[in-house]
């Protein structure tokens, strides 16, 4: 009995391996990755590079938009208030805001109220802050550059330089 189950079973087992009649073929080229915008154009929003704290220092872009509500008008009301590219940089000082936190971004950049000024010059972006900036570490500093790529140009290949109070870091390029 058993020897005859072992039998039956046998073409069973042989028909997997038999596959579905699909022959295999080469692997098949079809160019790069592909490549997706991930926020409207920058008259509609403002990217900012945080840090992922699930992603080992990892920068992910954060796409916030130009007008934003801010309360604290008179009448209790809001406003809009417009952002510009220095803007930016002010905003990526400030840190991610609550629902941007409880996803798990942050920042490694100081906790500083910044003044900044973007700039496109012959050489790439021009970026002046009043904070030191010799001493951040090197995913502060791509937070800094990414971001100032990112709203003056909306290349983040453009060569970026860092003027701080203390010297000056690049010409150096975001590495996302």
């Not at 038999?18 to 592909?34: L, N, Y």
């Not at 938009?65 to 220095?86: F, H, I, K, M």
């Not at 490694?108 to 030191?132: F, T």
Request: glycine share 10%; proline share 7%.
């Amino acid at each position: 009995m058993r020897i005859r189950n072992v039998l039956l079973a046998l073409p069973l087992l042989a028909l997997p391996a038999t596959g579905c009649g699909i022959r295999a073929t080469d692997v098949v080229e079809v160019g790069g990755p592909a490549v997706v915008d991930v926020a409207p154009g920058r008259e509609q929003s403002t990217v900012l590079y945080f840090v992922s704290s699930s992603s080992g220092n990892r920068l992910m872009p954060v796409v916030r938009p130009n007008e934003v509500p801010w309360e604290g008008t008179s009448e209790g009301g809001s406003q809009l208030v417009r952002q510009d590219a220095d803007q930016a940089l002010v905003l990526l000082f400030e840190g991610p805001n609550r629902n941007e936190a409880a996803t798990g971004l942050l920042t490694e950049l100081p906790s500083v109220r910044a003044k900044a000024s973007i700039e496109l010059g012959p050489d790439g972006v021009l970026v002046r802050v009043n904070s030191p900036v010799t001493t951040l570490s090197e995913v502060a500093r791509q937070q800094l550059i990414c971001t100032a790529a990112q709203a003056r140009t909306a290349d983040r290949g453009e060569a970026v330089t860092v003027t701080g109070t203390d010297g000056v870091i690049g010409p150096a390029r975001c590495s996302v």
